[in-house]
DNA sequence: GCGATCAGCGGCACG
DNA sequence: CGTGCCGTTGATCGC
């Protein structure tokens, strides 16, 4: 395929606000928040009508350059070459570079779609389950109003216990690390500088390494293992066994 | 372009480890770590010779539904629809079924490239020339050791000042906000434990949020400015005024 | 708009 | 392999 004609589909599925799909060998340049070089070799281009601008390698996940939505996307014929931009201001001024010596295919495609995704089994979602079954964790567990003690951060489920103490709930949907520890380690300091009573934080995952169990042992704080199940409507909470582990049942 | 002509070429491209590229009308269900259905709509869906799986829409610049590389993707016609399915074991069983009812096209592509890229101004590079000039920081600073892995997570230099004190220093390339602080307390409380000498942590970034200074400065800890720009060969740091905040020189 | 956090984070490197 | 963390993180939500 000709480089001219490459430009043209490009050109023009901008103009419509057409998806852009072009495969071709080039070699990429970017400058921006940080800066890079790839040399020659055959990619994926996606440019999508919001300026999303995607280039992908033939391997791993991840696009090798990229820019987000609001680039602005033009192609030049330049010294024999196919060059495509994107430019973008907003994080900072970034630009790539794209420039094509050959093409396999340019394409463009008019994209109906109106429908977003529904996900189930977001930290969220667990979060409100949880809260409507707090005993789940602990008997006698109440909820607390959660917006109230929202300054730095948020908490993700505040509650009582039936001692009257205040206990801050750390959710993680996944294998909890040491960053989950000192994220509950710091909203408990934080409360209990503002509060006199006692305050207990509680980690709930269905995991902890190894290490951050340790920290949380050492930090007087809890773990509670929450099983739970993705499933169609909404996501189960299957906690049956309480395998809390009580580390400072002492107070 | 009819569904059996898109099930051979998808076919086809999986057999000879070639991209395979197909924009279409589909729904989306997915099931694993998490679970997601997504209605009909017009996608578009990239299939690597590695197993990566993506399935985009025409906004943003993540794909809605994805599976990394080590998928096994198969396409069957069932009930009058291409069913194109990836599906993986690794970090759990999941599977991602796409259901074309129509299609706008699938093509397929032989992806030459053995060119990885060069990139400039990661963290550790700017680690890596900060440490050839550590008397920018402070006069007197001697650098100890690189990226030194403690038993959880890594300090990214460990230096001595010039009262002999041990200074941990967090480096960030951007922003830095309350996580690379409590990531920088964590350190400098684990090896305050373990050594009887001071030891001082210096978070060093472009900016530092508010709530992050703040708290760094009930922690104890130093902040230090570091302005830096990535260019082509390499990042260059231009510290030059020292803006450093000393917050705990009592000591 | 910034700030803080979540993400099916992905990817990497060390233990 | 797990553990930890960086990333041009991106995306979301609350202020």
Do not use: W
């Amino acid at each position: 395929m000709q480089l001219e004609e490459g430009q043209r589909v490009i050109q023009q599925a901008l103009l419509r606000g057409r998806l852009c799909v072009v495969v071709g060998h080039c070699h990429v340049k970017y400058h921006g928040r940080a800066a890079s070089k790839l040399s020659q070799g055959d990619r994926l281009l996606v440019v999508k009508p919001d300026g999303t601008f995607l280039v992908h390698q033939g391997k791993k996940m991840a696009a090798i350059n990229y820019q987000g939505p609001g680039a602005i996307v033009s192609a030049e014929l330049k010294e024999g070459a196919l060059l495509v931009k994107a430019e973008r201001s907003k994080p900072m001024n970034e630009v790539i570079e794209v420039s094509f010596d050959s093409l396999q295919a340019a394409h463009s495609f008019t994209l109906k779609d109106d429908e977003n995704l529904r996900l189930f089994g977001s930290e969220r979602q667990l979060a409100d389950l949880l809260e409507q079954d707090l005993a789940l964790i602990e008997p006698g567990l109440k909820p607390l109003k959660k917006e109230a003690f929202m300054r730095k951060g948020r908490i993700d489920l505040m509650a009582q216990d039936k001692k009257g103490a205040l206990v801050a709930i750390e959710l993680k949907r996944r294998n909890a690390g040491l960053d989950a520890v000192t994220q509950l380690k710091r909203y408990v300091d934080e409360l209990s500088k503002r509060q006199k009573f006692e305050v207990r934080g509680i980690l709930c995952a269905p995991e902890i390494t190894a290490n951050a169990l340790k920290m949380l042992e050492r930090e007087g704080l809890e773990f509670f293992k929450l099983d739970y199940e993705v499933s169609n409507p909404s996501a189960k909470i299957k906690g049956l066994e309480k395998k809390q582990k009580m580390l400072n049942e002492f107070r």
